[in-house]
């Protein structure tokens, strides 16, 4: 169901709902100072659970259903490996290591990961994601793009037309889309020749975000994905972290905070995105 939730952008500082928002925000970004931190210490000490099923073995579910390819990638070499750029939030930190771990067996790939921690796309904060990305892929010059963001994105706020939105209102959903279609626009305009935008995942139940926030977030996401056939691949994840029942999944997560994956968790994930880009880049020759 959508709101009527836009108001002149120039109240937002007198709107007691965006200074609370902003003191949250706030606290976000100095919580994900410090998980910035934990992250790497955690991942050296390998805290999925014993049971975490391995990379190459990990079920693939309905993410890679209908990938057919619309026109043949260049097959990349050890001589010119596939450079993939991993771009989004501290979600990422932990697949951007498994996918790398991943890229780097197949002896043609090489992955370069970018996350910023509390990082979002409603708003400019810490970062202005579209102008990042800009600048990154034209120094970078990736031919391949993985994507994923969300978590500090939930119930946030976002301006457009000079108005600040709501987040369950039409308003917001439709220049949410925007800034989506304009990055994947832009990431095509600069060389990149697939783009594999990763959905959220499934959420505990109480916690922020919340599930139906995340699942807005990837309507989104798979909107945009779908007027760009052949050239963006939405890949959903959320059946992937969750029981076979469809709830929320723990083992999947870190034990010090219910959003963030562990390094199981990101396994996972990762076998699913890799196995989309070797469908595209490495098809099984008859």
């Not at 708003?123 to 579209?130: C, D, E, F, G, T």
Request: aromatic share 8%; glycine share 8%; charged share 20%.
């Amino acid at each position: 169901m959508y709101t009527v939730g836009c108001r002149p952008a120039r109240s937002a500082r007198r709107d007691p709902r965006v200074l609370r928002r902003q003191r949250l925000a706030a606290v976000a970004v100095a919580l994900a100072v410090v998980l910035a931190v934990a992250v790497p210490l955690f991942a050296l000490r390998g805290n999925g659970p014993a049971g975490a099923v391995p990379a190459a073995t990990a079920p693939l579910g309905g993410a890679l259903a209908n990938l057919p390819i619309e026109r043949e990638l260049p097959r990349p070499t050890a001589a010119h490996p596939l450079r993939i750029y991993f771009g989004g939030d501290s979600m990422t930190g932990y697949p951007i290591q498994e996918l790398t771990t991943l890229a780097r067996a197949t002896g043609v790939m090489k992955v370069m990961g970018d996350y910023q921690v509390s990082s979002r796309l409603c708003y400019n904060v810490p970062i202005n994601w579209p102008v990042h990305l800009h600048a990154k892929l034209r120094a970078l010059h990736p031919r391949a793009m993985v994507f994923m963001i969300g978590a500090n994105d939930g119930g946030a706020p976002i301006t457009a037309g000079g108005r600040i939105c709501d987040f369950w209102s039409r308003q917001w959903f439709a220049a949410f889309r925007k800034i989506v279609g304009r990055m994947m626009d832009d990431a095509l305009a600069s060389g990149v020749q697939r783009i594999y935008w990763v959905g959220m995942p499934i959420m505990k139940p109480g916690h922020y975000p919340s599930s139906d926030q995340m699942k807005r977030l990837n309507n989104a996401y798979r909107k945009e994905a779908s007027l760009r056939p052949g050239q963006v691949r939405y890949i959903d994840i959320w059946r992937l972290l969750a029981t076979p029942s469809g709830q929320y999944d723990p083992q999947w997560r870190a034990s010090w905070d219910p959003t963030h994956l562990n390094s199981a968790g990101a396994r996972r994930i990762a076998a699913v995105v890799m196995a989309a880009i070797k469908h595209d880049w490495l098809p099984k020759r008859h």
